[in-house]
């Protein structure tokens, strides 16, 4: 039997994709397949039984859960606008063809992106320990008598959490903006300010405009990874002091594999998870098909 040379080249692409595919639906769809269906199940391992929806009724009785959707809300309202501004900032300046020493600025604020949170989480309790740097520059300015605890106390941890994920992700944001502002053309700047267009106006008439398929990507990719934080919370402060620093992926972690597991409820937390992050990823979908 022959084939044409089309056939050939699809078959051949087939053959490379089909391996990847198959891994992703082992690791990836199974999983959430088996999570959804024990979303409706109660008991302990080997044991499970359906209940269905006691999983899910009980979301709108747990004070714990509603704590932690706060802690997750208080992550998104800081650290997106946070991040989305200040990494616009540095790109539009990082952008000017007139600026020296561009490749070292912009490695210097993207090399946080390349640390592991591990080592960030090391990194920040090290400054901020009752004897670490901070503690120490503040009492040699003698604005404290001695070493303030900000990993045990609820607001300033949660700032410190919220200062790693900005310091984090503020040069990965800013590497998506910097490749946008580079495609638009330098010659509708010029105009603009030949017709006496103010820096300020350039900048919200011209540059926030043609970025908005971007702002869309990047604000949608910032809301679903704050949802869905985890690593700062465990390697820093552990969800403490008391559960004031335990975002929603951390609660059903903690419910999931701490102490007494509760697979089912964690799952259908999990579940609930999934349905916000994927509808906020068709959102960034349906707004990145747009063209005007």
């Given at each position: ?249 951390h609660y059903i972690y903690s419910l999931a594999f701490g102490g007494v597991p509760n697979f089912g409820y964690a799952c259908a937390l999990s579940v609930i998870v999934l349905i916000v992050v ?15």
């Amino acid at each position: 039997m022959k084939f044409s040379v089309r056939e050939k080249q699809n078959m051949t692409g087939w053959a490379f994709l089909t391996p990847a595919v198959i891994l992703i639906f082992l690791m990836n769809f199974i999983p959430i397949i088996k999570a959804i269906l024990m979303s409706f199940q109660t008991g302990k391992t080997g044991n499970m039984r359906f209940a269905g929806f006691i999983n899910y009724a009980r979301i709108l009785e747990d004070s714990k859960c509603k704590d932690a959707l706060m802690v997750t809300l208080e992550y998104v309202v800081v650290t997106v606008p946070l991040i989305i501004v200040l990494a616009l900032i540095l790109a539009v300046l990082l952008n000017d063809p007139k600026l020296k020493l561009k490749g070292i600025y912009r490695t210097c604020i993207f090399v946080p992106a390349a640390v592991s949170m591990v080592a960030s989480a090391v990194i920040f309790r090290s400054l901020f320990a009752t004897d670490g740097f901070v503690n120490s520059v503040l009492i040699q300015l003698g604005i404290l008598e001695t070493g303030y605890n900000f990993l045990g106390r609820p607001v300033s941890a949660k700032i410190i959490l919220m200062m790693i994920r900005v310091w984090k992700n503020l040069g990965y944001q800013m590497i998506f903006y910097l490749a946008a502002l580079q495609s638009i053309d330098i010659s509708l700047y010029e105009a603009a300010k030949v017709d006496g267009a103010t820096a300020l106006q350039r900048f919200f008439k011209i540059t926030v405009p043609l970025l908005k398929p971007t702002l869309v990507f990047t604000l949608v990719m910032s809301v679903n990874a704050a949802i869905q934080v985890y690593d700062e919370s465990v390697n820093l402060t552990n969800g403490g002091p008391g559960n004031a620093t335990m975002p929603i992926a951390h609660y059903i972690y903690s419910l999931a594999f701490g102490g007494v597991p509760n697979f089912g409820y964690a799952c259908a937390l999990s579940v609930i998870v999934l349905i916000v992050v994927g509808s906020l990823t068709m959102i960034q979908m349906k707004a990145g098909d747009r063209r005007e």
